[in-house]
Structure formats: C-alpha cells, structure tokens
Antibody, heavy 123, light 107 residues
Framework: EVQVVESGGGLVQPGGSLRLSCAAS????????MTWVRQAPGKGLQWVSA????????DYGDSVKGRFAISRDNSKKTLYLQMTSLRAEDTAVYYC????????????????WGQGTLVTVSS | DIQMTQSPSSLSASVGDRVTITCRAS??????LNWYQQKPGKAPKLLIY???RLQTGVPSRFSGSGSGTDFTLTISSLQPEDFATYFC?????????FGQGTKVEIK
C-alpha cells in the first residue's frame, strides 16, 4: 500500500523551531517529488513547499520562504520540513503528499496524503 | 500567483441530486487542475486529476471537465458519503494554489 505518515507536530512558542517528518512506504521514494500542504483550523488548504525526487530542487510559498526548509533522505524514505521563526499564523495541520507526474498526461497531482500533524504556535 | 475561485462556497442538496461545483482560474492553466474531497478531521483525497481523469477507486458518479480557466466538478447522483468539502487545485505554476473550498451539506 502506498502510504505517507507525518510526525513531529506539537506546541511551540512563537519564534521557536520544529522539524516535521514524513515516512513513505509502498513506492520508490526517490522517483517522486514530495510536497507539504497546511491547513489552518477551519480554513482552506495552502501549499507550503515541494522538493524534487533527487532533492536537488526546492520551492516554497512566499509566507514561509526564508523560515522553512524542506529536505529528504532517500535512503530512509523520509521527507522533512524544518520550521524556524515560527509565528502564530503558522498554526495548522501539516500534510505531506506525493507529487504524481505521468509523462503522457499533462498535469501533476498530490496522492496520497498523510493524515497530517498539528503544529500549534502559542505562548 | 494564480488565484482559484470556487463557487458556490457552500450548497445544500439532497441524496440523489445532481451537484455541480465550478472553479475558475485567474489565468489559463491548461488542464493542470485537480479536485480533492475532504471530510471533517481527515486528509484530502484525490478525486479527479488533469481536469477530467477519474482517480482509481473513485465512483463514476464523479466527473470533471474544463480547460483553460473554467472547470467543473459534477456529482451525478449525490450519495450520503459525498457530504464533504471539495477543493480545486492548480499545479500549472508555482505556487500551486487551491480554491477556497465548497462545502456540500445535507438539505
């Protein structure tokens, strides 16, 4: 079964740091880009960051650029999100997802998603 | 950034109804448009990718159409398990962006 499972969320004070992990199974991890998406309580979905399969290229949303760093360890089949200088507005459930691209089909999509891990930034 | 606008934001419908949700992009995104379903407390689930392709395992009552800037998600006959929030997403340009969501509620 293709699966991703997040961990590492919790309560952190403003200005603090936290590292999220996402363990993948059931597919060749290094063949796929991966991504983080967050959802603030009662709100919609916001794309956070993505990384290529090799880890050579990364992208970030403007709201986290310079504060968050995405990385991966293909030998451990694990994706990470290092979050620093956390703010109250970073409070959200953070989901990781696999980015699927099929050469014969235009487009890219997220599947599967993990169950999410809650990050709460509060004093 | 490409803005994705869904309508309506919410709707009430009965079991068996035909439901249509629209999604408009602020610029052309070809068919780089996906639809997800999210139930309370759960992760989003992929329904439709590349505007009209049904994800494996998703019931055939779900369908998607459109290209360019205007897209639709249709549920041909609403079932009790379809009451949820639906999000569209563009992956044409980074930052990848989502619509604000459409909550489908029981009438």
């Amino acid at each position: 079964e293709v699966q991703v499972v997040e961990s590492g969320g919790g309560l952190v004070q403003p200005g603090g740091s936290l590292r999220l992990s996402c363990a993948a199974s059931g597919f060749t991890f290094s063949d796929f880009a991966m991504t983080w998406v967050r959802q603030a309580p009662g709100k919609g979905l916001q794309w956070v960051s993505a990384i290529t399969g090799s880890g050579d290229n990364t992208d970030y949303g403007d709201s986290v650029k310079g504060r968050f760093a995405i990385s991966r360890d293909n030998s451990k089949k694990t994706l990470y999100l290092q979050m620093t200088s956390l703010r109250a507005e970073d409070t959200a459930v953070y989901y990781c997802a696999r980015v699927v691209v099929i050469p014969t089909i235009w487009g890219r999509w997220f599947d599967p998603w993990g169950q999410g891990t809650l990050v709460t930034v509060s004093s | 950034d490409i803005q994705m606008t869904q309508s309506p934001s919410s709707l009430s419908a009965s079991v068996g109804d035909r439901v249509t949700i629209t999604c408009r992009a602020s610029q052309s995104i070809s068919i780089y448009l996906n639809w997800y379903q999210q139930k309370p407390g759960k992760a989003p689930k992929l329904l439709i990718y590349a505007a009209s392709r049904l994800q494996t395992g998703v019931p055939s009552r779900f369908s998607g159409s459109g290209s360019g800037t205007d897209f639709t998600l249709t549920i041909s006959s609403l079932q009790p398990e379809d009451f949820a929030t639906y999000f569209c997403q563009q992956t044409y340009n980074i930052p990848w962006t989502f619509g604000q969501g459409t909550k489908v509620e029981i009438k």
